[in-house]
């Protein structure tokens, strides 16, 4: 057995050894187990990325808005959707590891991934994501045949090109990041069969580029000089074009959610007689928006997307949306 793990994967007395003063994080790599074996099954869990699984919770914004989570058939298509988003996902995820593994060691967080710290090998990750691919296609056909398999073929697809080239273009690479985050949200509603309106698609692009942008900015703020050395595109970017481009996708982002919510059209058709706590469920959005661009502007956050598991103000304004929209929706 011992023999197996190093093949694919160094020895967890080395990993522990290495990691015993590292903090915890989605990039730190496993410590041994008291048996001295669970590091090998850790590593590798570890690089599927589990805490960014939580981004694939977008699949329910689209039937949840669309009052249909309380029917089972739609809420189990609807799980179903989320967990063929996390083999998806986790497959790209190796994929771009092993693409990334040498810029990635000079991050101060994500040198520790287990790939990038040699822990997993990428012969190893590669055949781990070629077999979440497969699994991401067949399942997506028992779900909801090839409209599903479509949506997901174009997510492997854009994912595939941002990792061999696409990263590597200005503005391009920030579009084809924040493409991941409107296709969960158009995959949510294909597995549903729930048609998708203009204002929702608005917020959902706009949201994931303010997201994606926000990430950039954050790194670039955060790495100074040295930003090229981890990501090669921070070089062609500046504090000021970035500052500019998240103030204006949060005024869209903002504007088309007040659009979605007061449009008899979006929001307010499902929302019965209980009008007025889907309206109010934008003070809340604007609030929280504001909260993460202080933040990202500030230089205090370089992923947006993982203050969610942190920071208990945006916590508390998730909560407070997520209240005013179920009330509007289904009270």
């Given at each position: 057995?011992?023999?197996?793990?190093?093949?694919?994967?160094?020895?967890?007395?080395?990993?522990?050894e290495?990691?015993?003063?590292?903090?915890?994080?989605?990039?730190?790599?496993?410590?041994?187990g008291?048996?001295g074996n669970?590091?090998?099954?850790?590593a590798?869990?570890?690089?599927?990325?589990?805490?960014q699984?939580?981004?694939?919770?977008?699949?329910?914004?689209?039937?949840?808005?669309?009052?249909?989570?309380?029917?089972?058939i739609?809420?189990?298509?609807?799980?179903?959707?989320?967990g063929?988003?996390?083999?998806?996902a986790?497959?790209?995820?190796l994929?771009?590891?092993?693409?990334?593994?040498k810029?990635?060691?000079?991050?101060p967080?994500?040198r520790l991934?287990?790939?990038?710290?040699g822990?997993?090998?990428?012969?190893?990750?590669?055949?781990?994501?070629?077999?979440?691919?497969?699994?991401?296609?067949?399942?997506?056909?028992?779900?909801?045949?090839?409209?599903?398999?479509?949506v997901?073929?174009?997510?492997?697809?854009?994912?595939?090109s941002?990792?061999?080239?696409?990263?590597?273009?200005?503005?391009?690479?920030?579009?084809?990041?924040?493409?991941?985050?409107?296709?969960?949200?158009?995959?949510g509603g294909?597995?549903?069969?729930?048609?998708?309106?203009?204002?929702?698609?608005a917020?959902?692009?706009?949201?994931a580029?303010?997201?994606?942008?926000g990430?950039r900015?954050g790194?670039?703020l955060?790495?100074?000089e040295?930003?090229?050395d981890?990501?090669?595109v921070?070089?062609?970017?500046?504090?000021?074009?970035?500052?500019?481009?998240?103030?204006?996708?949060?005024?869209?982002?903002?504007?088309?959610?007040?659009?979605?919510a007061?449009?008899?059209a979006?929001?307010?058709?499902?929302?019965?007689?209980?009008?007025v706590?889907?309206?109010?469920?934008?003070i809340?959005?604007?609030?929280?928006t504001?909260?993460?661009?202080?933040?990202?502007?500030?230089?205090?956050v370089?992923?947006p997307e993982?203050?969610?598991?942190?920071?208990?103000?945006l916590?508390g304004?998730?909560?407070?949306w997520?209240?005013l929209?179920?009330?509007?929706?289904?009270g």
């Amino acid at each position: 057995m011992r023999s197996h793990h190093k093949a694919v994967l160094a020895s967890p007395d080395a990993v522990a050894e290495q990691l015993s003063m590292a903090p915890f994080d989605t990039a730190t790599p496993p410590t041994r187990g008291a048996d001295g074996n669970s590091a090998p099954f850790i590593a590798v869990v570890r690089s599927l990325r589990p805490r960014q699984w939580t981004k694939n919770a977008l699949v329910f914004v689209a039937p949840a808005s669309a009052g249909v989570l309380t029917r089972r058939i739609d809420l189990l298509h609807a799980l179903a959707a989320f967990g063929i988003f996390c083999a998806a996902a986790s497959g790209t995820y190796l994929v771009n590891d092993v693409a990334d593994a040498k810029a990635d060691r000079e991050h101060p967080n994500k040198r520790l991934r287990p790939i990038a710290h040699g822990i997993i090998s990428p012969t190893f990750a590669l055949v781990m994501a070629a077999g979440l691919m497969l699994v991401t296609f067949a399942a997506s056909w028992y779900v909801a045949r090839w409209s599903l398999v479509l949506v997901m073929a174009i997510y492997l697809a854009i994912s595939t090109s941002y990792t061999l080239r696409l990263k590597r273009e200005p503005v391009i690479e920030l579009a084809a990041v924040a493409s991941g985050f409107l296709l969960r949200a158009v995959a949510g509603g294909v597995a549903t069969h729930v048609p998708l309106s203009s204002w929702f698609l608005a917020v959902s692009s706009f949201g994931a580029l303010f997201v994606v942008t926000g990430k950039r900015l954050g790194e670039l703020l955060r790495l100074g000089e040295r930003r090229g050395d981890h990501r090669k595109v921070l070089s062609l970017y500046t504090v000021s074009f970035l500052r500019s481009a998240l103030t204006l996708t949060s005024s869209v982002t903002v504007t088309a959610y007040c659009l979605w919510a007061f449009d008899k059209a979006g929001l307010l058709s499902h929302a019965s007689h209980h009008f007025v706590w889907i309206q109010l469920s934008v003070i809340p959005v604007i609030l929280g928006t504001l909260h993460m661009l202080r933040l990202v502007d500030a230089g205090l956050v370089d992923a947006p997307e993982d203050l969610v598991f942190h920071d208990h103000v945006l916590q508390g304004l998730a909560a407070l949306w997520v209240a005013l929209f179920a009330i509007g929706i289904y009270g």
